[in-house]
């Protein structure tokens, strides 16, 4: 069945440090794949996306690219902030079914001014 | 405008009671969807309502959970004879439509923390 693998966490970073956070599925067809954020005492919500192969979502300075060869989708950001303090969660929608998320275990960034 | 809402933001129980669990989804939207979050773990998916209808509740444990969404709105999470390891944090979620193929934004709501002592 599908599936969702993230790095282990915490990262612990400094600020304006690059991050990335290894995420990789397996899934059958072509799903759609997403990054999820919940900041401390706040629900989940939407960081970015990617619908098919080789698409790059971003927002918020944050990027990853939907890598079908390698069936990952890395987040990174080239300077991170303080405010990025969160739990990063990686999922996807497979193809042709509900929409419903497969997720990642979640991998919690810290980030040290 | 409003998000999704949950309520109760948190629910305490003993083992063997019944709780039910509440959502509210933006308003407009058809697709409504349930997952539980354990601690330090993803959310897993629990059902998909499209409409009044459940479309998909291949994520239920076993027959204790239980779902409805009687107008196609609001929905209850209903759970029999609780758990000790029912306790997790049940989230809502929903959407504009319930297809996948555009990569459809799911709002998630703040959840509601159940306890089963």
């Known amino acids: 069945g599908n599936s969702v693998t993230q790095m282990e966490g915490p990262v612990t970073l400094s600020e304006e440090a690059f991050l990335t956070i290894n995420c990789t599925y397996t899934a059958t067809g072509y799903p759609s794949l997403f990054w999820y954020v919940q900041y401390p005492g706040e629900g989940l919500q939407l960081l970015l996306k990617a619908t098919k192969a080789d698409d790059k979502g971003s927002n918020k300075g944050f990027e990853a690219t939907y890598r079908k060869e390698t069936t990952s989708f890395h987040l990174e950001k080239g300077s991170v902030q303080v405010s990025d303090s969160a739990v990063y969660f990686c999922?996807?929608?497979?193809?042709?079914?509900?929409?419903?998320?497969?997720f990642g275990q979640g991998t919690t960034l810290q980030v040290k001014p | 405008g409003a998000g999704v809402s949950q309520t109760p933001s948190n629910k305490v129980t003993e083992k063997g009671k019944y709780v039910e669990l509440r959502c509210d989804p933006i308003?407009?939207?058809?697709?409504l969807y349930w997952y539980r979050q354990s601690l330090g773990q993803g959310p897993e998916f629990l059902i998909y309502?499209?409409?009044?209808?459940?479309?998909?509740d291949s994520g239920l444990p076993n027959d204790r959970f239980f779902a409805v969404r009687p107008e196609g709105s609001v929905s209850t999470l209903k759970i029999q004879r609780t758990e000790r390891g029912d306790s997790a944090v049940y989230l809502c979620?929903?959407?504009?439509?319930?297809?996948?193929?555009?990569?459809?934004?799911?709002?998630f709501g703040p959840g509601t923390r159940l306890t089963v002592l």
């Open positions: 979620a929903s959407s504009l439509r319930g297809s996948s193929s555009a990569g459809n934004e799911q709002f």
């Open positions: 309502f499209q409409g009044t209808g459940a479309a998909d």
């Open positions: 308003s407009g939207h058809t697709a």
């Open positions: 999922a996807l929608s497979g193809s042709g079914n509900t929409g419903k998320l497969i």
